[in-house]
């Protein structure tokens, strides 16, 4: 086995699932090259040095400049807030180093264009982190959908509802709840959820032609956790859209963080001439399917239990009835990159892919602003 030395900037919530995903990927999916964790990157020494003991990391780097100096680091893993995902990106691409950057790619569209230019002039593998292609469900709707099986597409319904913001005493910006903050966020559920909806739906459904939509702000000033001032709120707190996609078919999207109940309840429909699926994060190893060809007597929606060896990167974890979780999606991320580095095929969704979905964020943004439709 050959080693693919990781240097990770960022330790939290993505910080872990990140490091959990090298830990296992060569476990279960073996091949030529195996992650070592080489070097942690974050701005607190004490807390690098902790989480550096507990994933198993070999050293620490308190500014991430010095770590893409190291002659020792292959691949840098971008799990910081978005707004410093350009600057480190450009750098390690200059640094020659392949980058692992999560979504959204950028704060926006002119940020992402540059990004894109650093990693094709530098010539280095680059991929951006939209894990739900990777949830064995989804990736067999995407099997489902190259075969044939829904024929002509009419409609693609796609939510991503969470209920964490509705009490006005949260603050925005710092280490907590930087994702209220439009300066290290670019925007809100836009680029946080409905991001990924866009990129599950653009590898389903294939291009958007045009958008038209609707946000909301619904608590218009926070205490800033920097300041301890109250500051405008300027993030998107909800935003639906309706789009049309290049095949034909109509799209409705919908993202808040206002739906009380629900915590991060992303589901996706799409309806065909001869079937339908859908699917739900939170019973995210099942597809529902409906397939008008059965005979009309046993005719409904089935519920396939996504398990079976045959299926997406089942046949790499247990036996047939035993199901696998959230964390694998990223597992089977790092095992698709590891698998490319062997290939030497490109892997999906790069920063160019990713681009692509920020165009439609931008769209989307640019048509709430201005109340009317926006081409991509
Ligand atoms: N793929 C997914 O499903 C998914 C889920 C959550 C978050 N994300 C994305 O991952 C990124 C991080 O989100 P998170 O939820 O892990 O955030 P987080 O707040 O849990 O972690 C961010 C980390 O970045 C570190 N950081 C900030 N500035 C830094 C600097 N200058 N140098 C080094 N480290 C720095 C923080 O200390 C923290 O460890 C965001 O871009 C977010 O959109 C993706």
Redesign the pocket.
């Known amino acids: 086995m050959k080693d693919l030395n990781i240097g990770m900037?960022?330790?939290?919530?993505?910080?872990k699932a990140h490091s959990n995903a090298y830990s296992q990927a060569s476990h279960f999916f073996p091949g030529e090259y195996r992650p070592v964790l080489k070097a942690l990157?974050?701005?607190n020494r004490d807390k690098a040095a902790g989480f550096a003991e507990n994933w198993g990391y070999e050293s620490i780097e308190t500014d991430?400049r010095e770590l893409l100096k190291r002659d020792d680091i292959d691949a840098v893993d971008i799990?910081?807030?978005?707004n410093?995902?350009k600057e480190i990106a450009i750098a390690a691409a200059e640094a020659g180093k392949m980058i692992l950057c999560?979504?959204?790619l950028a704060m926006d569209v002119a940020e992402g264009e540059e990004m894109c230019a650093a990693v094709e002039k530098a010539g280095v593998r680059n991929m951006v982190?939209?894990?739900y292609r990777r949830v064995p469900a989804v990736t067999l709707a995407k099997q489902l959908i190259d075969e044939g099986r829904l024929g002509k597409v009419f409609h693609y319904r796609a939510n991503f509802l969470q209920d964490w913001t509705i009490n006005a005493d949260v603050p925005q910006g710092g280490?907590?709840t930087?994702r209220l903050d439009a300066e290290a966020a670019g925007s809100g559920v836009t680029g946080?959820l409905l991001a990924?909806c866009i990129d599950t739906a653009l590898w389903l459904n294939g291009g958007i032609q045009d958008v038209s939509a609707m946000t909301e702000t619904f608590v218009k000033e926070r205490m800033h956790a920097e300041t301890g001032q109250k500051e405008a709120v300027k993030i998107d707190d909800a935003c639906s859209f309706l789009c049309h996609f290049s095949n034909g078919s109509l799209g409705l999207f919908e993202s808040t963080r206002y739906a009380r109940g629900h915590k991060a309840l992303y589901t996706l429909e799409i309806n065909g001439e001869h079937a339908s699926i859908r699917w739900d994060l939170h019973d995210l190893h099942r597809l529902e399917y409906f397939d008008h060809g059965d005979d009309s007597i046993v005719r409904g929606w089935r519920s396939i239990h996504v398990s079976d060896g045959d299926q997406p990167y089942m046949g790499n974890w247990w036996v047939p009835g035993l199901q696998i979780g959230y964390e694998h999606s990223f597992i089977h991320q790092v095992a698709d990159f590891l698998k490319s580095l062997e290939t030497d095929a490109v892997v999906s969704p790069n920063f160019r892919d990713a681009l692509e979905t920020q165009k439609v964020c931008d769209a989307v943004l640019a048509s709430a602003a201005e109340r009317s439709w926006k081409s991509i």
């Open positions: 900037i960022g330790y939290g919530f993505m910080g990157c974050a701005r991430w799990c910081t807030p978005n410093l995902h999560e979504k959204p982190w939209y894990n280490a907590a930087w946080d990924h």
